[in-house]
Structures are given as C-alpha cells and as structure tokens.
C-alpha cells in the first residue's frame, strides 16, 4: 500500500498462514483479485501448489522450480551483460562523448554505444569506452582516456572484493566481459509489475549490453515470439523474483526453467509471422519509448493486437483448446515442467548401495 509519508514510500508484503499438516482441511480457499481495490472471487480446491493454482493434476503437488544452469530444451542460450565494476570511468553520457571526440577524434573507434535497462526502456543513449583488443599506442596517444584507466585502477583497488582488485590488472577493460558476437535479443532484468508484456528487442554486437539486462544471441523471430508471449510472460510472473514489487527476470529461474514447445516448420513460419508483426506495430511509432508502448493505460491498440494474435498463435502450441485464464496457462505449464524435468530427477536420485548388512542385536 502506498504511504502518506513524504516521498510517497510504499510497503510491500508477503503474509504467509501456517498449518499443522494433521489439520489440513480437505479443501482449500483461494481468494483471487481481478482488480486489487474490488472484491475477491473465491475459488475451492482439493490440492493448492505453492504458487497458489489448483495441482490436482500434478503428481508432485508441491512442486517448487529450482534454478537451472541451461535451458530444458535445444534453445538459445541466455547470457548475462557485461559488467563494468568501474567506478563509472569507462562510461560516458552524450556530452561526455562529444567533448572528448572534438578534442580526438580518432578515440571514435574506441567508443560504444551501451544499452541498460533503463536506456533501454526509457529512451537516450550511453556510451561506454570499449578498449578490448584496443592498439596500445592509440589508447596512449589520448591522455582523457588514460585518464580514466588510471581512475579505473584506483577504483578496483580500493574494493573489498578479491576478484576485483584482480581485475584492476586490466583497468582497460570491464571486470566481467560477455559481449555476444552476433545480433542478440535483449531483456532487461527488472520491470514494472504493471506491464502485461516484458518489452524484449534486437540489437547488433556493435551495441554494448549492460549488467542490468540479459540478452540471448542468435535468437530467430519463432524463438522471439515465444519469449513475447503471454505463455512465457505467465511463467515469469509465477517463479521470478521480485526487487520491490517489480519482476526479477532471472536467467536460471524463468528463462532455462520454462516449458518451450517443439517447433515444426509450419509453427516457425506462423511464429515468424507474429513476431515480425510485434516489431511492426512498434515501429509504427518512433517518437514513444518502449515505456509508453508497454504502459497499460497507453499502449496503442496496433502493438495490443499484435501481441493478442502472437499469443493466440503461442497458445495453440501447446493446446487446441484456448486458455481461459492466466493461472489455466501456468498450471498446464507446470504439469509439462513436471513431466520434462522427471528423468533428470531420476538421473540424480541417489542409487541404494548394495552390500552385506549386518543384524544389530
């Protein structure tokens, strides 16, 4: 609930009721919330999941998603950004950029434009130094530059962290480096709760990608349209984390952990249709950011169809009959995890040793 305090603080919770399990009632009491200011829809169920859906269909009815280091399935692999642990000194806002460029101009090969979350969403453009593979002598050539090197240094010096006073070794660079080499889809890690859709989108190497999002290299529109999806978007709002009240997109805990369909030909080209028909609608309209696109109350009624006819497509995949609700979407979805992720729990289960027992008397 939003305070009365200057500032505007908010206070989020989380009230969790406990039961012996000797007393639990044979049917449960779901209290759903269309809107959060009306009244609740009450729903009974036999069995409740701890993601609060009914997991009568579930063999394992309290089943809990663990993180996963790679993808159930064959698809592009997710990656985190690059992360710079630099004080700020290898990065530079437009005006930082266009005063060192009318002092050197040959620094423009050693200059990147970088994409954060915030960016990202919001519109403008950070740039960033890019010294990997950089000539020796150019960087020497630029004193600002070396400069900021120097401060770099210092900066990872005076860190607690042993790994990044390591990495004060090589000031020139960013402390953790995962540039992909190839066109990638980029995902910001945090977004508002209000947005029905997780805005994803393209951008080439040239392009540094910030800590602040992950990104999958190599990503077809079929693969895209699948992670626009509402499907996927359920999934993410059931087992991500949250900073605040805002979805936490994780690599390991929504990302590899989600159910993806098998793709025929006939499902890509639809895919690839939806898809390309999303960044359409987008481009429809340059002066907005991703922001205004994707705010509930503004989002234009070209972008909303794209995404219902992309979710329709989406849906089918995985059943002919039509979802008819959110959580429909996210109890199908855990059933399909719980029967993709048997075998490698059986893989892991502990095997009984074999060997004479003893008798203890």
Request: hydrophobic fraction near 35%; charged fraction near 30%.
């Amino acid at each position: 609930w939003g305070s009365e305090a200057r500032g505007k603080a908010h206070v989020h919770c989380v009230i969790i009721g406990l039961i012996h399990r000797d007393h639990v009632p044979e049917w449960k009491r779901l209290f759903s919330y269309e809107n959060i200011k009306g009244d609740p829809e009450e729903s009974q169920h036999k069995w409740l999941s701890p993601y609060l859906f009914d997991a009568s269909g579930m063999k394992d009815r309290y089943l809990t998603i663990s993180e996963m280091r790679k993808p159930l399935v064959d698809v592009p692999k997710i990656i985190y950004g690059n992360k710079p642990t630099d004080g700020g000194f290898l990065l530079l806002h437009k005006k930082e950029k266009e005063t060192l460029l009318t002092g050197f101009p040959e620094a423009k090969e050693l200059i990147r434009p970088m994409i954060g979350a915030h960016q990202f969403l919001n519109g403008g453009m950070r740039y960033c130094l890019w010294l990997v593979n950089a000539s020796p002598k150019l960087i020497r050539s630029i004193p600002p530059i070396l400069e900021r090197i120097k401060a770099v240094k210092t900066f990872r010096l005076g860190s607690k962290k042993a790994p990044t006073r390591l990495a004060a070794e090589r000031a020139t660079e960013f402390a953790e480096i995962r540039q992909p080499k190839t066109d990638y889809v980029i995902i910001p890690m945090h977004t508002s709760e209000r947005r029905k859709y997780v805005p994803f989108g393209y951008f080439t190497p040239n392009h540094i990608v910030h800590n602040s999002c992950a990104c999958v290299p190599n990503v077809k529109l079929s693969h895209f349209a699948l992670m626009a999806s509402s499907m996927h978007m359920d999934w993410m709002r059931s087992v991500c984390g949250r900073l605040e009240s805002r979805y936490r997109y994780s690599n390991n805990l929504v990302y590899n952990t989600y159910p993806w369909p098998d793709l025929d030909d006939k499902a890509k080209a639809k895919l690839t249709e939806t898809g390309q028909a999303i960044l359409d609608a987008r481009a429809a309209w340059p002066d907005s950011t991703l922001a205004d696109l994707y705010d509930p109350d503004t989002m234009p009624a070209n972008l909303r169809k794209a995404h219902q006819a992309n979710d329709k497509a989406v849906d089918r995949l995985y059943r002919k009959k039509p979802f008819e609700s959110e959580r429909e979407r996210v109890e199908h979805l855990f059933m399909l995890y719980e029967e993709m992720t048997a075998p490698m729990l059986a893989a892991t289960k502990p095997k009984p040793r074999r060997g004479r027992t003893r008798r203890v008397q």
